[in-house]
């Protein structure tokens, strides 16, 4: 059974930073493409960065310099470090599973219960 573990949200202060993890399971994790995306309460859902499966990443416009995604293939394991962070980062952040290696013509096909992130002072 293929699985997504979120971890890592919590509360922090404008400007903080915060290391989401993803623990994943089932599947072989190094030849998949993974990505965050978030929601924020009352808000749809945001395409936060993606990694494929040879590294490549793409970040929302968004994120601006502030966040960067990486991976662990020995632990099976997506990160998003996220420095910087503001109050309208404040949202329940997803990893989620692509169908293949690359988000180019690919699914995604499993998520995440989600972790929450909320910054205020």
């Known amino acids: 059974e293929v699985q997504l573990v979120e971890s890592g949200g919590g509360l922090v202060q404008p400007g903080g930073s915060l290391r989401l993890s993803c623990a994943t399971s089932?599947?072989?994790?190094?030849?998949?493409?993974m990505s965050w995306v978030r929601q924020a309460p009352g808000k749809g859902l945001e395409w936060v960065s993606r990694?494929?499966?040879?590294?490549?990443?793409t970040y929302s416009d968004f994120v601006n310099g502030r966040f960067t995604i990486s991976r662990d293939n020995a632990k099976s394991t997506l990160y998003l470090q996220m420095n910087r962070l503001k109050p309208e980062d404040t949202a329940l952040y997803y990893c989620r599973k692509y169908k293949g290696g690359s988000w180019v013509g690919s699914d995604v096909d499993t998520w995440g219960q989600g972790t929450q992130v909320t910054v205020s002072s």
């Open positions: 089932g599947f072989t994790f190094s030849r998949y493409a």
């Open positions: 990694i494929s499966a040879d590294d490549s990443t």
